[in-house]
T-cell receptor, first 114, second 115 residues
Framework: DADVTQTPRNRITKTGKRIMLECSQT?????MYWYRQDPGLGLQLIYY???????NKGEISDGYSVSRQAQAKFSLSLESAIPNQTALYFC?????????????FGPGTRLTVL | AQSVTQLDSHVSVSEGTPVLLRCNYS??????LFWYVQHPNKGLQLLLK??????LVKGINGFEAEFKKSETSFHLTKPSAHMSDAAEYFC?????????????FGAGTRLAVHP
């Protein structure tokens, strides 16, 4: 079984709809992250969480919110989706003791906003 | 500030020939550098990492990278390409920010391998 899972894997929605992307991990890591990937831009950090009570904005948090329901679960919400949020979204985890920042990634969620 | 530049957005090689994916970094201190690979419809997998130990780093699937401080480079190489190497590759530098190690991604290099 995968250590970091994301649901759904693909989603098509319409402008203005509320969308939630979910991430679960079985690695026992404290830290979790949400990224979006756009062609030619690499990955950009949306939000990150050090533990259940510690959530921080990343580089591109506008239009997004998150919830850390438990150590193992970190959800990303788009309150009112817009077409330029069409992208591939990745969840990642890391251990506070991990080797100088290595992160472990889920398989990604491909979101299309029409 | 830390950043990486991947010098080629696309690289195409024939199966059995060498692979070279180029990455230059910018860092005000001794950096930690990673290469990640993303196969189609898959998540990102760590290929290898440099954390100020040996300058020649060996990774999975026959890949290796050499840290060259004088050239601020961390190029990824493989002696002989395999069809399964076709993927997108990301060079990553660590930026220490707000008490944690933030990953700064390059734009990616898409590797195509032809028979």
């Amino acid at each position: 079984d995968a250590d970091v899972t994301q649901t759904p894997r693909n989603r098509i929605t319409k402008t203005g709809k509320r969308i939630m992307l979910e991430c679960s991990q079985t690695k026992g890591h404290d830290r979790m992250y949400w990224y979006r990937q756009d062609p030619g831009l690499g990955l950009q950090l949306i939000y990150y969480s050090f533990d259940v009570k510690d959530i921080n904005k990343g580089e591109i948090s506008d239009g997004y919110s998150v919830s850390r329901q438990a150590q193992a679960k970190f959800s990303l919400s788009l309150e009112s989706a817009i077409p330029n949020q069409t992208a591939l979204y990745f969840c990642a985890t890391s251990d506070t003791q991990g080797a100088r920042g290595e992160q472990f990634f889920g398989p990604g969620t491909r979101l299309t906003v029409l | 500030a830390q950043s990486v530049t991947q010098l080629d957005s696309h690289v195409s090689v024939s199966e059995g020939t060498p692979v070279l994916l180029r990455c230059n970094y910018s860092s005000s201190y001794s950096p930690s550098l990673f290469w990640y690979v993303q196969h189609p419809n898959k998540g990102l997998q760590l290929l290898l990492k440099y954390t100020s130990a040996a300058t020649l780093v060996k990774g999975i699937n026959g890949f290796e990278a050499e840290f060259k401080k004088s050239e601020t480079s961390f190029h990824l190489t493989k002696p002989s390409a395999h069809m399964s190497d076709a993927a997108e590759y990301f060079c990553v530098v660590i930026r220490i920010s707000g008490g944690y190690n933030k990953l700064i991604f390059g734009a990616g290099t898409r590797l195509a391998v032809h028979p």
